[in-house]
């Protein structure tokens, strides 16, 4: 199915029975179109919130809707510590329990596995870990994670793979690579046929691109509905990560979704889409907009900062988001200083506005052929308004 | 102007240049009427939200008006401290500061100064004062603490007083009452005559009726345009509360507002209203959101409590509310354990939604003429929820 030819979009009263991706128009490397699924349309190049712990934190899901976000990303470690994924199917999954009724993309969960959890013992069949909630003992295989998902409902579910930070030996990142390759094998099996639901590989292989090449390329035979890049933005220079999109792009088939995990800052996001990928999540919106950190059509403001405490201007007064438009940074200042949690809010829904705008901006210039015009516009934009920054101290 | 009869509800487009106020109805003692002022109207018996610095905490301002609240509480302490009275003024004020154009009350400095300053020194011509932001010294009078509320841009303002806290030697309690007396002299002839704006006078006394008395007798003398009753919910059993009401109420005109500062729970705001109150505020729905514990018709649930974890129940599905009605209790839960920004934020929302439905519950009733029916089907049906939920142990 995920084969067929691009298609018009379903007519509003047929509910699409399974998960299909097409390209609605290309410029360069950049397309822009829709992956479509029962649950909803997600409309890419797609910047996906995350949902960490079954809520974006400190917005409401309406909210989150409201901006225009079509997916939004929950995190497997988190959930299967709590609420645990049985309980959560016993409550009839993570859509209904944190009120959302689009489409949810779910990590495999071993990223965090990695990151956050103590005592750690990895091998060829899968992690033992402790939590670092309450300290239980948990093991995670690829076809517990895969299992895991299905009980919380996730749409589109992430093979387990196995992340190396960088900078690391490139004989670390092959057997890594060649681990996560595996796994892609066995969550493959664990994933069995689900029309409707899709399962995503994750290429590895480090800065590496000839692992990075031998990796998509074991994936692509696997014949899954979409393709992530992991092991990126772990700490690398941003040079380097987009050579490793230019060395998986050419392998990866132009009729499946690709998805950069983990990334990144607004030209991140300019520079990968350019370079072909389709989504994104990233904590930089969220966690930024609770340490007072704005993203802006004028760049990142850092409302901290003094120089704000008597600036009766909103962070954008065209934004059509009330945060960004309503709201003195005098009144933000404030906020963040007092350690309110409206400051939090109103930052977090402000930066994920951005986020959204940014990404509709670029499907609009995808379609009218002009990313390379809109790109330069944008970053034209932010650097203006940094210069005017510099120049006032 | 304060003195005008009752009067009929100004046309929509013709905004009141005075603050007055008027009883619609009355039952027993309580009564139901409303405050016009050029901001508002501010229908009565009224639960204003406390807005300690600046903001309802963990709400956008469109919700609390949304939710029927009339008018906030803005914290002359916190505010003079942080962002400071003449920056706010520079800044057009409170209203355009924090996007609430209703009617503000705020209260002296006082009490605030007493339970969270340091190194306090309070002698007849007002009090100094250690902040406990950053340690910067600052001096608080009479007139000093009218001029700031003035400079908030203040709608109705609160004379300084001395809040003794309970239990207290009579003497203590009858010399801070004096000195309140005097300082109410002195901020009214600060305040002056500001027609569209209110100056309230503070009834202290503690718990001794004789020096209640006393002090009511006083501050009608002064001819104020509301009186509030301060100086309780400081510790003391609720049965005092009431009993001090009782002994102030006879003494305070019938067609001024009547402020209980500082209370309460919901079954404090019902027997207060009985009692003749016509206004309140209180931290208590807000905190309590910020801290797992959910105030509703069925009485008080805290969502901390284990046995939510698989409750696919709302707080009240009957409420108007989207924080009560649409989110199970195992996802409050869930946000609670795991100090989700969302927990606050919905259970803050949950709970000034059920204080306003309360308020608006006996504004009608009062006009039925059935408040003891009400106050009686309310309490029923709390102790019913309570006796349930012990029960199930």
Known sequence: MQNAPPQAAPPQDARPTAFTFRVDAADG???????????????????????TAATVKAMYPEQ??????DVVLGNTYHLMLRPGPERMARLGGLHRFMLWDGPIL???????????????????????????????????????????????????????????????????????????RR???RCRVAFGEQPGKALFGIVQGGDVPALRVESARALV????????????????P??????MIEAVEPHLPRAKPRYLMGVGTPDDLLRSVERGIDMFDCVM??????????YTRHGRV??????????????DPSSACPASRDYSRAYLHHLVRSDEILGMMLLTWSNLAYYQELMAGMRAAIRAGRLADFAGETRETWARAEAERTARG
Request: negative net charge; proline residues 5%.
């Open 64 to 69: 989150v809707r409201d901006l225009g976000a």
């Open 221 to 236: 035979d696997l014949d899954l509905k979409g393709y992530a890049i992991g092991g990126l933005a772990v700490g690398e």
């Open 106 to 180: 779910t990590d495999s969960g071993g990223f965090q596995v990695m990151s956050l959890s103590s005592l750690r013992k990895l091998d060829e069949q899968g992690v033992t870990f402790r939590s670092h909630v309450d300290g239980t003992a948990h093991h995670m295989s690829p076809e517990r994670s895969i299992e895991i998902q299905g009980l919380l409902g996730s749409d589109i579910q992430m093979q387990l793979d196995e992340c190396v930070r960088l900078p690391a030996e490139p004989e670390a990142i092959a057997r890594a690579m060649q681990l996560s």
């Open 285 to 294: 919106p969220t966690r930024a907009g609770r340490h007072g950190l704005a």
């Open 29 to 51: 490397h950049a397309r822009t179109g829709a992956i479509t699924m029962p649950r909803g349309t997600i409309r890419t190049p797609a910047f996906m919130p995350v949902g």
């Open 238 to 243: 941003q040079a380097v990560m987009l050579a």
């Open 183 to 185: 796994w892609a094998e």
């Open 302 to 315: 850092n409302l901290r900062n003094a120089r704000h405490a008597e600036d009766a201007r909103p962070l």
